[in-house]
Structures are given as structure tokens and as C-alpha cells.
């Protein structure tokens, strides 16, 4: 598995713990909104800032 992907899984199930939801329901709305291949592409940008940054991150996107 690529460092891009077990960081993706780590930050979806850190953020659905964060949202005091199930990883899968999330990854449910990243999809429906056509976020998860962008969110998985910020893998750059992400990895190297505090978690806390890329969830409020993640929620401008799902608000837009």
C-alpha cells in the first residue's frame, strides 16, 4: 500500500472520528460530493500539517 493511501485512510478515519461518525458513512459523503479523489490528492499538503488544519479544510469543501 502507497504512503498516499494509508495517510488517506488515517485522515478518514480520524475526521469520521472527529465527526463522531462511522468511517464508511463519510467516505459516503466525500463520494456523493466528489471530494475523495481531490482529499486524496492533497496527500502533499495534508501529511505535513497538523490534522486538526485538513478537517477544517474538509469541512470548507463539503460546505461549498
Do not use: P
Not at 11 to 32: G, I, T
Not at 33 to 60: K, P, S, V, W
Request: proline share 0%; charged share 25%; with cysteine.
Amino acid at each position: 500500500m502507497s504512503k498516499e493511501s494509508e495517510f488517506f485512510i488515517y485522515l478518514l478515519e480520524r475526521y469520521a472520528e472527529y465527526k463522531h461518525q462511522s468511517a464508511d458513512v463519510v467516505l459516503k459523503q466525500w463520494d456523493n460530493l466528489g471530494l475523495t479523489q481531490f482529499i486524496y490528492d492533497m496527500y502533499g499538503m495534508y501529511h505535513c500539517e497538523r490534522l486538526q488544519n485538513a478537517f477544517d479544510d474538509i469541512d470548507l469543501l463539503i460546505k461549498s
